[in-house]
């Protein structure tokens, strides 16, 4: 049976979205939960959430594109919950939406800043410590457009491709150390982002409007199913795995046994 129980579990942007699905769950199954995220009231929320199903958790207000701030919280997680075990990064914006030539610079920017450098600065303040104790897990979501073109999201799909790049060559560079890192695609799912897909109507282009249109009334993916692939990839049964991207509509459970082939589950993939 996966297990995080006891375990010092770090999620950034754990005030909405799936970063708080996760939270939610990891929590439930008995991990100390750190709780990332800007805004006050969110992490709050699902601070008490947790706490009010017995689960243990703590709330940290920071900006991940502040490497300060990051490192800030990080010590402060340490210094009341221990050494953190697993990060998990999920912290991102959508960016603008619409064709490449209508996006504002700044926006552009921005999108890359807070989905590629916050994870830059996430990583930068938790592996130095994972390399001393030699354990520790890296779980950064992927998202639309990470290995397919996706057009009218240039920002967001980008800095999506640019993260499993980073998690495929982090993962190379802290091999040797017993720490692990990898990229989670949670499928699609009803948040924040799916209600400015549909708000930006034919900005968006068809196809995703028909799919936030589809995930609206769905749901999209169970919570179940991406809180079992993150305590899978943040447990130790995990840890002949490492630079790969392990999709909820992967037949992950076979991994476990599995020895992976280089090019398997990785950005140079042309399909799962």
């Not at 802290?174 to 009803?190: E, F, I, K, L, S």
Request: hydrophobic share 40%; net charge positive; with cysteine.
């Amino acid at each position: 049976m996966i297990s995080v129980k006891d375990k010092t579990v770090l999620i950034t942007g754990a005030g909405r979205g799936i970063g708080k699905r996760l939270a939610l769950g990891l929590g439930a199954a008995g991990a100390r939960v750190a709780l990332l995220a800007r805004s006050k009231a969110e992490v709050d929320l699902t601070q008490l959430e947790i706490e009010h199903a017995g689960g243990a958790a703590m709330r940290l207000r920071a900006d991940v594109r502040d490497p300060e701030q990051t490192q800030a919280a990080v010590d402060r997680v340490r210094a009341q919950f221990g050494e953190i075990d697993a990060v998990i990064c999920s912290a991102a914006v959508q960016g603008p939406i619409g064709p490449l030539v209508d996006n504002q610079l700044k926006a552009w920017a921005e999108t890359l800043e807070t989905n590629v450098l916050g994870v830059v600065n996430v990583c930068q303040a938790v592996i130095p410590a994972m390399i001393e104790r030699r354990s520790g897990k890296v779980i950064v979501l992927s998202g639309g457009g990470a290995v397919t073109p996706r057009p009218n999201f240039s920002a967001y799909s980008a800095s999506k491709a640019a993260v499993i790049r980073l998690v495929e060559t982090l993962a190379e560079e802290v091999r040797d150390h017993n720490v692990q890192v990898n990229a989670m695609a949670p499928g699609g799912t009803y948040t924040h982002m799916t209600d400015e897909i549909l708000r930006a109507g034919e900005k968006a282009g068809w196809k995703d409007q028909q799919g936030a249109l589809e995930v609206r009334l769905t749901g999209g993916v169970p919570a179940e199913k991406q809180i079992q692939l993150a305590m899978f990839l943040a447990s130790e049964r995990s840890n002949h795995i490492s630079g790969k991207l392990i999709s909820v509509h992967d037949d992950w459970r076979k991994l476990e046994t599995t020895s992976l082939p280089p090019d398997l589950y990785t950005l140079r993939r042309t399909q799962r």
